[in-house]
């Protein structure tokens, strides 16, 4: 199983970017996707997740200003993020609860997308 993050870049305060990250292999189900961050020499910190029935759950300071959204069929997730703050510049990590079909429930983390916002 893998998670492949995309989308991420150099954006403009007050801007809006778009995060995706796929997962493949061989999978059962995905039961929980998400969205994490993290600030040089901190530790990742939560951003967003969604459940497979869809519900939700945001940091406060994300909340009104990004969404998380999912394609079950397509195992996919995304993160649109609106208003930017050069205090979002981060590394946007996904994430994933996975059955897969050779092992057990587990976390997966995709590589980092660097988002940098400047004002």
């Known amino acids: 199983v893998q998670l492949q993050a995309s989308g991420g870049g150099l954006v403009q305060a007050g801007g809006s970017l778009r995060l995706s990250c796929a997962a493949s292999?061989?999978?059962?189900?995905?039961?929980?996707m998400g969205w994490y961050r993290q600030f040089p020499g901190k530790q990742r910190d939560l951003v967003a997740t969604?459940?497979?029935?869809?519900?939700?759950n945001y940091a406060d300071s994300m909340k009104g200003r990004f969404t998380i959204s999912r394609d079950n069929a397509r195992n996919t997730w995304y993160l649109q993020m609106n208003s930017l703050k050069p205090e979002d510049t981060a590394v946007y990590y996904c994430?994933?609860?996975?059955?897969?079909?050779?092992?057990?429930?587990?976390?997966?983390w995709g590589q980092g997308a660097q988002v940098t916002v400047y004002s």
């Open positions: 994430y994933a609860v996975i059955l897969p079909r050779d092992s057990y429930t587990r976390s997966y």
């Open positions: 292999g061989s999978i059962v189900s995905v039961s929980v």
């Open positions: 969604i459940t497979n029935g869809g519900s939700t």
